[in-house]
């Protein structure tokens, strides 16, 4: 799994699994800052979480074509730069008006900016250390490792803002309640009913400090600054990783520099290794690359759901408490013990000798039994927050990486005469079964909101019938699958059939469907308190199925036009 790929890709996954740990932090949370702290509406902070989103992914095409023009290089280590100006503009606790509003706003946008110079420019190098032929059949596994780094960062970050959060609210004398914030938005506003009122008191009445006998307006006011607060400093840990990331890039730069050579300052040295197309090739190769961005579009839109309104559904309609087996889900040491274990289970078949086979069983059944102990350690049930539901999909991506590997690469092997080259589905044809998979996920969804009032009817309250956790963590599981066959596969494409002169454009085209996918995402939130819950399930799901059926429907001709 991990032999014969250069130690570049190492190196240059680290830098971007610290990168990546700041941002899901800051995202974990992000959307019930905006909520708690400036008391905005389920539209209009879904409105600006999607704008941000969008942002994100579509600066990188202003990154690509820069980086085709001075280095990807350079880029990248200004990127990190720029996002760190944001992060700690983004730390900095402010009042809820408009100067609060504004500094925000500009952090957010040179977290963007930042974003957008680093992220695909870094995803360039990794795929230019796989030109060279001696690593070209690995570039696909390659792209699953790297994908699978990235997730490492953000699999620890819901519980590393969690912990923020909470010992913030501890020093305050408070505890975290989901409806407590749209409660006291609504009593400072004077718009709550009496019966929200008394809600109000009663939780209140269960802070553990001083803020229990607080008038309830002083109440309010207090629970919402120190809240905001809190998620403050949640964001501050970006800063910390950014840092991190800058150092791993610049320390191990000489196992990476030689791929940091675009098209241009390659012809400059008079490298005539580089590939030149016809220019059919190149159109063929650009509108089918384009065709593909099409389709993606919608997964993003169905994906990027967990940062809003799955996190809501989290909120409102789950359980606050899991019990049983399924709260070892809720405790990152566990999964991270459980992840790796899967990477030490795969080494007993594929270690050489028996010595490695030995020690890589040992290390699982040890990996299993501190799993185990930690587990026995938890209470039960355990309270949990909503934001900790989005550890699941990068612990997924993590754990099943290996599993998808062997699968591919055991169907890359089976050469027959109808599949010369083996039975692997084409990149292509696995974005368009990973539309359909990703499908299955809102069903789920569906079924677990059978019998939920809507939001209207909530009003800011949550369900006073909740579902089980197991509703979730079964829809990231899900999403999951759908991921690793279309966004590490589609990565690797864009790299491999990318005209060269062209690359680092390509490659943001591919953040920039991305970022029309986040934008349009803000669609469920826009519907939230319109529709009833089920129908924006229902819309995700159609239009994932649609995606698939014009991925089928175009697969003939994006496969020619690759193979040119």
């Not at 066959?485 to 690797?492: A, D, K, N, V």
Request: with cysteine; aromatic share 14%.
């Amino acid at each position: 799994m991990f032999k014969g790929h250069p130690k570049g890709l190492y190196a240059l996954a680290l830098a971007n699994t610290g990168e990546r740990f700041g941002y899901y932090t800051m995202l974990a949370i992000f959307m019930l800052f905006l909520q708690a702290k400036f008391g905005w509406g389920g539209s209009l902070a879904s409105t600006t979480y999607a704008i941000f989103l969008a942002a994100v992914y579509f600066f990188p095409v202003v990154g690509g074509i820069l980086a085709d023009k001075i280095g990807y290089g350079k880029c990248v280590v200004t990127g990190i730069c720029v996002m760190f100006l944001g992060y700690v503009a983004l730390s900095i606790p402010t009042a809820a008006n408009t100067l609060g509003v504004v500094l925000m706003l500009g952090a957010l946008l040179c977290i963007a900016i930042g974003t957008g110079l680093f992220k695909g420019n870094l995803q360039v190098l990794v795929g230019n250390l796989y030109d060279d032929p001696k690593y070209s059949a690995k570039r696909d596994s390659a792209f699953s490792l790297f994908y699978m780094a990235i997730n490492i960062g953000a699999m620890f970050a819901p519980a590393a803002a969690t912990a923020i959060t909470n010992k913030f609210l501890g020093k305050a004398g408070l505890i975290y309640k989901a409806d407590i914030p749209a409660l006291a938005h609504q009593f400072l506003n004077g718009t709550i009913t009496p019966e929200n009122t008394a809600k109000l008191q009663d939780l209140a009445s269960l802070m553990p400090g001083s803020p229990a006998s607080m008038p309830l307006d002083q109440f309010s006011s207090y629970y919402i600054e120190h809240l905001a607060s809190s998620y403050n400093m949640g964001f501050a840990i970006a800063c910390v990783s950014l840092i991190v990331s800058m150092l791993i890039y610049v320390f191990t730069r000489n196992w990476h520099k030689h791929a940091d050579v675009n098209a241009k300052q390659a012809a400059a040295k008079g490298n005539t290794d580089v590939v030149e197309l016809t220019p059919k090739q190149t159109k063929d190769r650009i509108v089918a690359l384009c065709l593909v961005f099409a389709v993606v579009i919608f997964f993003w839109m169905a994906f990027h759901q967990n940062g809003q309104s799955l996190t809501w559904f989290a909120r409102d309609y789950t359980q606050d408490y899991a019990s049983g087996w399924i709260r070892m889900g809720f405790n990152i040491w566990i999964l991270a013990l459980i992840a790796a274990s899967v990477y030490t289970l795969f080494g007993i078949f594929q270690s050489e000798t028996r010595k490695g086979k030995f020690i890589c069983g040992f290390v699982t059944a040890f990996l299993w039994c501190a799993a185990y102990a930690i587990f026995r350690g938890i209470p039960n049930p355990i309270e949990i927050q909503p934001q900790l539901f989005q550890q699941f999909n990068p612990f997924y991506v993590v754990a099943l990486t290996p599993v998808s590997m062997a699968i591919f690469s055991s169907l890359a092997a089976k050469k027959t005469e109808k599949y010369p080259k083996g039975m692997e589905p084409s990149a292509p044809k696995k974005i368009g079964l990973g539309m359909f998979v990703a499908a299955v996920g809102y069903v789920i969804m569906m079924l677990a909101s059978r019998g939920q009032a809507s939001p209207a009817e909530l009003a800011g309250t949550v369900s006073p019938d909740p579902v089980v956790p197991a509703y979730l963590i079964s829809t990231y599981l899900v999403l999951t699958f759908a991921e690793l066959l279309l966004s590490p596969m589609g990565i690797s494409f864009v790299t491999k059939v990318a005209p060269p002169k062209f690359k680092g454009l390509m490659m943001g085209l591919w953040f920039a469907a991305t970022a029309i996918g986040n934008y349009l995402s803000s669609i469920p939130g826009l519907l939230w308190d319109k529709v009833p819950l089920w129908a924006n399930w229902g819309i995700l799901m159609a239009l994932c199925v649609i995606a698939g059926v014009i991925m089928f429907a175009m697969l003939r001709k994006i496969e020619a036009a690759t193979e040119s």
